[in-house]
């Protein structure tokens, strides 16, 4: 089964730059407004490169920024594999299992 092990969130919607981990999470809880369902759209994004709520990129940067970066950590059968999605402007790329 595929699972999330960890995510770090740079300059995507209300984050300035976060990082999570998960062993076995049962629920994602705060109080309104602190990012709860954003960092769901992030891992979303990580999975099918575009967010559920945004129509386009530009939409998931955060205020004032330009550009964003999520790098994940994604579990499969005992083997990591790293998904990272940055976007500047208008140029989006996406690696697996790449560092930089």
Do not use: P, W
Request: proline residues 0%; contains cysteine.
């Amino acid at each position: 089964m595929l699972r999330i092990a960890k995510i770090s969130i740079t300059q995507f919607k209300n984050y300035e730059a976060a990082n999570f981990s998960f062993e076995r999470v049962t629920g994602i809880c705060g109080l309104n407004g602190v990012g709860k369902t954003n960092l769901l759209d992030a891992i979303y994004y990580c999975c099918l490169t575009r967010s559920f709520f945004s129509n386009t990129d530009q939409s998931n940067e955060q205020q004032g920024k330009t550009g964003f970066r999520l790098q994940s950590v994604f579990e499969l059968n005992g083997e990591s594999k790293e998904v990272t999605v940055i976007y500047r402007g208008d140029r989006k790329s996406t690696r697996l299992n790449s560092s930089h």
